[in-house]
């Protein structure tokens, strides 16, 4: 069997690392929260747009929401952080 390097019509794929970098910020920022003390983030989703982070569903308490931006702005890549946590 032979195996050749995977073209489509003569050219090379490029694989979006832009995509990459995102999801591992993203997962980066979920984990931090995740296991940040004086937070419930369960209710928390997190999206990556380049380096901005958006933070959107509910936590208990505004001292919560607050904690989230906070664990959010530490995380290293992270440039600006949209929190749209409601309090629920």
Known sequence: MVFKAA?????????ESENAKRSALESTVADALAVAGG?????VTVTAVGQEIR???TA??????ERATVVAEAVPGVRLVRNR???G
């Open 85 to 87: 946590i409601l309090v």
């Open 7 to 15: 073209t489509f019509h003569g050219v090379r794929p490029e694989v």
């Open 60 to 65: 208990a308490t505004p001292q919560e929401i």
């Open 39 to 43: 937070l419930d983030a369960s209710d």
């Open 55 to 57: 933070l959107d569903g």
